[in-house]
């Protein structure tokens, strides 16, 4: 397992063109010849370089529109033979092939044909046959030969050569390595688009990939490794945002500002919302007729959670809303846009983390969600449930206002973000209480009024801010007493999924405290 064998020939195929020229440049001066396929045999030519036409190794000519250049035996035979197997060698004689030493692919470019809204078959056309076939080969052959699938690697390996003429080992292992993982990766992509295709999204087997984008410091804590990854999905939030300003984000950075931004997506683009997460939480969230006031009404919820939290934003952010932002310690802020006012303030905050996404994403969208188990995960599709007035029966014998239909829709919107047991309290479009993921739905309800009281003496309201609010659950109130918790704390009207053994009592019990209460027939668990 130590061969380090001369590097005499190198097959050069790639869609993407940066850098090969000075690439392919080098290879020529350390003596190595050059074979290449249809456009980048011309490039190569066009530059200067002498380069062998594929078609002349195989004696057959490239023909379908392309479909077929390098699935043939002088090509694989190449890459595959055993450099110290007498058999191969014999075999390799007797057919008149050559070895290939070094093999430079990258593929067809379908990631990027599918995220520009291409059609099927010009999707279709853009997978890659014969690259992955090559790569795989060679990977697999990686004692006799380097693959190269990422331009990242041309200095590394050109740099080898020019020392020594031959790649070590190691080098072509850690080569093999990232060639599989690329082919896995450009496969689950296929996958995925052909699922997206048929409407069927748990397949059989199933399989997903990402692109590590960053490296990061650590995960949830300290002694753990983390990455971010960009998985491919065209859907505008952490994974196409533009890092303005600020310190690396972190792990917990990343987490949360996505879920701010998942939030914030559920709810009108033409009117303004602002949401502040702490710990994958809202804190806070409203919607006004304004940013700043949105902004008001959601750090005024729970503004000692708000301190260190992400602030995520529906439309451009302004200067007026960035003076209000930066007199409380925000780790990160994100938004689709933002004024050069907005620009100015900031900059006076280099540790704060500016983030633009350039848009927000349709939380209708589909997509699937995975969490790992010990020896396996589970897999699900995005919770991309939205609500409407249509939907909701209202089962109380008090009809709801107008006022409290449009909050209570608010509520369960928001309710849909955060952490079982969820309960949320809201007034005016604007939380005022939110209790998350206890183990009882009745300590959510008490902790969201307590939060509501917090809150009201902090901006010196006299009475707390749940009065007249409505609260929503984000799954069924199995007994009475979670409602209750809730009339007692002001307010007027309930909206549930409904479905327990005891809608009735609840019912009852809500006819009898005076609150209107609808069901939505949908639950919204989040764990």
């Not at 380097?146 to 020392?163: F, K, Q, R």
């Not at 479905?499 to 009592?505: A, K, L, Q, V």
Request: some cysteine; proline content about 4%.
């Amino acid at each position: 397992m130590t061969d380090e064998r001369p590097v005499r020939r190198a097959l050069i195929s790639v869609s993407d063109k940066n850098g090969i020229v000075a690439f392919a440049g080098r290879l020529i001066a350390s003596d190595i010849e050059l074979i290449s396929t249809g456009g980048t045999a011309q490039a190569l030519r066009d530059a200067g370089l002498a380069v062998r036409d594929v078609s002349d190794v195989t004696e057959f000519p490239e023909m379908m529109d392309g479909r077929i250049k390098t699935l043939h035996p002088r090509v694989h035979g190449g890459l595959l033979s055993l450099r110290d197997n007498a058999e191969h060698q014999r075999s390799m004689a007797d057919h008149g092939i050559v070895d290939i030493d070094l093999l430079i692919v990258n593929l067809y470019p379908f990631e990027q044909t599918v995220a520009k809204g291409a059609g099927y078959d010009e999707c279709v056309e853009n997978i890659d046959i014969g690259g992955p076939a090559m790569i795989r080969a060679a990977a697999k052959n990686h004692r006799f030969v380097g693959v190269i699938t990422d331009p990242a690697d041309y200095d590394l390996v050109a740099d080898e050569l020019e020392c020594g003429g031959a790649l070590s080992i190691e080098t072509k292992r850690g080569l093999a390595a990232k060639a599989y993982a690329k082919t896995a990766a450009y496969d689950a992509a296929i996958g995925a688009w052909f699922r997206s295709q048929t409407g069927e999204a748990l397949t059989k087997d199933l399989s997903f990939s990402g692109e590590r984008q960053s490296e990061l410091r650590y995960g949830e804590n300290p002694h753990q490794q983390a990455a971010f990854y960009r998985s491919g999905v065209a859907r505008c939030g952490v994974a196409t945002a533009r890092q303005i300003q600020g310190k690396e984000l972190s792990y917990n950075n990343l987490n949360d500002t996505d879920a701010a931004y998942e939030l914030i997506a559920e709810f009108d683009p033409a009117t303004p919302a602002v949401a502040i997460i702490k710990h994958a939480n809202p804190s806070g969230a409203a919607a006004a007729a304004d940013l700043a006031t949105a902004y008001e009404f959601a750090l005024r919820c729970d503004p000692v959670s708000a301190f260190g939290g992400i602030v995520a934003l529906n439309q451009k952010l302004t200067g007026p809303v960035a003076e209000m932002i930066v007199r409380v310690f925000t780790e990160v802020v994100i938004a689709p846009d933002i004024d050069e006012a907005a620009l100015e303030i900031f900059s006076k905050k280099k540790n704060l983390r500016l983030l633009i996404a350039g848009g927000v994403p349709a939380p209708d969208m589909t997509g699937l969600f995975v969490k790992p188990l010990a020896g396996g995960f589970l897999a699900q599709t995005r919770d991309n449930k939205i609500t409407n007035r249509s939907d909701l029966k209202i089962v109380s014998k008090r009809q709801p206002t107008e006022r409290e239909l449009d909050d209570m829709l608010f509520a369960f919107k928001v309710a849909k973000h955060v952490k079982s047991n969820a309960i949320v309290y809201v007034r005016d479009r604007a939380t005022v209480g939110v209790g998350a993921g206890q183990m009882s739905r009745l300590d959510s309800s008490r902790i969201a009024a307590q939060k509501a009281i917090d809150a009201a003496q902090a901006c010196g309201a006299e009475a707390p801010l749940t009065e007249g609010s409505v609260v929503a659950s984000d799954a069924f109130f199995p007994f009475a007493d979670g409602l209750l918790t809730a009339a007692k704390a002001g307010a007027t009207a309930v909206i549930q999924p409904g479905g327990s053994m005891r809608d009735d009592e609840v019912i009852a019990a809500a006819d009898e405290a005076g609150l209107a209460m609808v069901f939505t027939g949908v639950r919204h668990f989040r764990h």
